[in-house]
């Protein structure tokens, strides 16, 4: 189905995956690198983009679509929620804020990218800025965050706190309109053009990669800006 799609398209989702990733492993050289924790990310993440490109190369979420919810998206989701539990201390609370916020720049390329499926009727309408999905404010809004939140030296914890659940309520109104388009048992939106770039290479890797490490962006830096400053 992706073999007319624009070798763009797919040339600036991979960039922007690696560029994700790119983040996030900045965030942690600079920090945390020696812990336990961060070792056994930059091992699992390495895994996971190959996994799911093999995955996703060989049809296994296009033959079966409903397997990714399970097989794709809740593995990443419950390394997020294992990282809470056991690495707060060692590995959240020392990463650099200003990285994290930055991160969100990819939401960027990321919405192009999803115009440009919707385009290609790979995706729907409801999933790009002409619909429902409005994340691409993150993107533009994080470098106005990142000048004005850090200026001097200093961090600015109520401007950052309300952009972090700002950023997030978009990232999970997008993230629902997503699932409800997908070819899943549940959908409810799409009927003519559902969302299926996602069970294709490399489009595999937004919710498997992207999303989760977005999600993660913003939920460390909640923590660290309130529960951080709470115990500091």
Known sequence: ????????VSIVFILTT???????LRAIRDTVYNTFAAKTLVFLISFWLFFQSIFALYGFYKLTPRNLPFVGVLPSVLLVVALFIFARKS????LPLKTLTLLSIVRIPVEL????????KLMPQIMTFEGWNFDILSGISAIFITW????GGKINPPILILWNVFGLILLIN????AVLSAPLPIQKFAFEQPNVAVLYFPFIWLPTIIVP?????????LWILIFKRKDS
Request: glycine residues 2%; contains cysteine; negative net charge.
């Open 91 to 94: 590995f959240i609370e020392p």
């Open 18 to 24: 690696f560029l994700t990733v790119g983040f996030i």
């Open 148 to 151: 004005f939140a850090f200026r």
């Open 213 to 221: 490490i977005v999600l993660f962006s913003h939920l460390a830096s």
């Open 113 to 120: 990218c999803i115009f440009w499926l919707f385009q290609n």
């Open 1 to 8: 189905m992706t073999e007319n799609l624009p070798s763009y």
């Open 174 to 177: 997008i993230v629902i309109i």
